[in-house]
């Protein structure tokens, strides 16, 4: 959050650091990018996996606070 900050307030440098790890970011988000255009079948995949995962918990509650109502 602070280098968000230094951002506004329009540094005269970026320091070493921050310019790393925005490189690190942008190559990231390119093999991201890469990856949902290669594999959409894998990643449709992957998502319904993770919205069954996300699922099961909150199933779970629901059924604990039934039985505690009970």
Same mark, same amino acid.
């Given at each position: 959050?602070?280098?968000?900050?230094?951002?506004? !307030? *329009?540094? &005269?440098?970026?320091?070493?650091?921050? /310019?790393?790890?925005?490189?690190?970011?942008? #190559?990231? @988000?390119?093999?991201?990018?890469?990856?949902? *255009?290669? !594999?959409?079948?894998?990643? *449709?995949?992957?998502? &319904?996996?993770?919205?069954? &995962? /996300?699922? #099961?918990? *909150? @199933?779970?509650?629901?059924?604990?606070?039934?039985?505690?109502? #009970?």
């Amino acid at each position: 959050m602070m280098t968000f900050r230094q951002f506004a !307030s *329009k540094p &005269e440098s970026i320091p070493a650091t921050t /310019s790393w790890y925005l490189a690190d970011l942008g #190559e990231a @988000r390119g093999k991201q990018d890469l990856f949902t *255009k290669q !594999s959409p079948q894998k990643l *449709k995949v992957l998502r &319904e996996d993770a919205m069954i &995962e /996300s699922a #099961e918990p *909150k @199933r779970n509650y629901v059924l604990k606070y039934i039985d505690d109502i #009970e």
